[in-house]
T-cell receptor, first 114, second 115 residues
């Protein structure tokens, strides 16, 4: 596609439920990042993929968060036992090959945990 | 610990005026400084970026000024237009051992350009 796409655009769930958020990066981009943006804040780094492997997951807040990228393209961020504090916009970004290549962001998925 | 401090939090500028947003960083290992523009309901879009070996970079109406010794950088928007009204984020990054160039963002500046 022309840009990074994310689905769903909005997700409302109940506390304790499991959610999956999907990211489709720009075709040919090997690097993929997930960020989380809370209201009134800048995005915060969660995890970085180079190809299929999670090269840096230092930003994941706890073990309820997990992400995969099995074929080196689409990525899924998975959140178990959601808590109200997980409510935020989850942003995905991709870049051509990582490093200092420009990161292009998707529109985000707004997650609301009731 | 906030590694990139951004100010002001909000800014109102008259059409045609100059908008100035400032950022300061702590980590001297940062070596790449992009600015992003974000409209409501959209993801951040890269506006302009600078590396520390350059003191200024200009692209159209947008200029980044960089002061390595003071660990500060700023965005100037010349001839500000109502269409520039958005939230602006400064960011910084450096390569980790894993090759990640994760971005560390400031808290953002909400710019309103009034006619």
């Amino acid at each position: 596609g022309a840009g990074v796409s994310q689905t769903p655009s909005n997700k409302v769930t109940e506390k304790g439920k499991y959610v999956e958020l999907r990211c489709d990066p720009i075709s040919g981009h090997t690097a993929l990042y997930w960020y989380r943006q809370s209201l009134g804040q800048g995005p915060e780094f969660l995890i970085y993929f180079q190809g299929t492997g999670a090269a840096d997951d230092s930003g994941l807040p706890n073990d309820r968060f997990f992400a995969v990228r099995p074929e080196g393209s689409v990525s899924t961020l998975k959140i178990q036992r959601t808590e109200r504090g997980d409510s935020a916009v989850y942003l995905c970004a991709s870049s051509l090959s990582g490093g200092r290549d420009f990161q292009f962001f998707g529109p985000g998925t707004r997650l609301t945990v009731l | 610990q906030q590694q990139v401090k951004q100010s002001p939090q909000s800014l109102i500028v008259q059409k045609g005026g100059i908008s100035i947003i400032n950022c300061a960083y702590e980590n001297t290992a940062f070596d790449y400084f992009p600015w992003y523009q974000q409209f409501p309901g959209k993801g951040p879009a890269l506006l302009i970026a600078i590396r520390p070996d350059v003191s200024e970079k200009k692209e159209g109406r947008f200029t980044i000024s960089f002061n390595k010794s003071a660990k500060q950088f700023s965005l100037h928007i010349m001839d500000s237009q109502p269409g520039d009204s958005a939230t602006y984020f400064c960011a910084a990054s450096n390569g980790s051992g894993a090759g990640s160039y994760q971005l560390t963002f400031g808290k953002g500046t909400k710019l309103s350009v009034i006619p």
